[in-house]
């Protein structure tokens, strides 16, 4: 079975300190990885996604996250906060074998603050 | 040239009322989706279509009607509205054919009173 584990539901940062959001994920299939950011009363954007190619993506407003299939991990990280980057941010699998299915499996979202 | 644009942006009604709300891409998309996100933010998928064709319908009551009268639009109408259905609805497209990136619009915050 597929799942995705977003491993903490609140992290709070200082600003200009750097930003840790952990994701796991389960799948019996090489995945592609997403991650999506949504800010407060606003829709979902994409930050970046992982599609079997490089294992480190870079993704919008300064964001990477780093597939590593040993540990099942696609963190998201960025060196410096700022005020802009709280919101809500989903990680996202998509199991490569899912064929004409475009199912996506949504972890619950991490809610990211940012301090002054 | 907003990409994926629902309307309306806001829905206050009454509980047993009859609702719809529209979805258009002009983004060429094959595929289109509709999501429900509640009040703890979680997100689940409801229907999805590819080229006006149901591809993924989850465990949605029969209230939900989704309604594609071609591939850009993709319209869900709820009958018989309840207290909860209030959620936030968003609708989704993505190019299809194995290149998943789905783009989502701004969201309809859909309060059943």
């Known amino acids: 079975a597929q799942s995705v584990t977003q491993l903490d539901s609140h992290v709070s940062v200082s600003e200009g300190t750097p930003v840790l959001l952990r994701c796991n994920y389960s799948?019996?299939?090489?995945?592609?990885l997403f991650w999506y950011v949504q800010h407060p009363n606003k829709g979902l954007q994409l930050l970046l996604k992982?599609?079997?190619?490089a294992t480190l993506v870079k993704g919008i407003n300064g964001f990477e996250a780093e597939f590593k299939k040993s540990e099942t991990s696609f963190h998201l990280t960025k060196p410096s906060a700022h005020m802009s980057d709280a919101a809500e941010y989903f990680c996202?699998?998509?199991?490569?074998?899912?064929?004409?299915?475009?199912?996506?499996?949504w972890g619950l979202g991490t809610s990211l603050a940012v301090n002054p | 040239d907003t990409a994926v644009s629902q309307t309306p942006k806001y829905l206050v009604t009454q509980m047993g009322n009859d609702k719809s709300i529209k979805c258009e891409q002009n983004l060429g998309h094959d595929t289109m989706y509709w999501y429900k996100q509640d009040s703890k933010k979680f997100l689940k998928i409801m229907f999805s279509?590819?080229?006006?064709?149901?591809?993924i319908n989850e465990t949605v009551p029969n209230r939900f009607s989704p309604k594609s009268p071609d591939k850009a639009h993709l319209n869900l109408h709820i009958n018989s509205l309840e207290l909860g259905d209030s959620a936030v609805y968003f609708c989704?497209?993505?190019?299809?054919?194995?290149?998943?990136?789905?783009?989502f619009g701004p969201g309809t915050r859909l309060t059943v009173l």
């Open positions: 799948s019996s299939y090489s995945p592609s």
């Open positions: 992982y599609t079997s190619a």
């Open positions: 989704a497209s993505s190019p299809g054919g194995g290149v998943d990136t789905q783009y």
């Open positions: 279509y590819n080229n006006k064709e149901l591809i």
């Open positions: 996202v699998v998509r199991p490569l074998n899912a064929g004409n299915n475009r199912k996506l499996i």
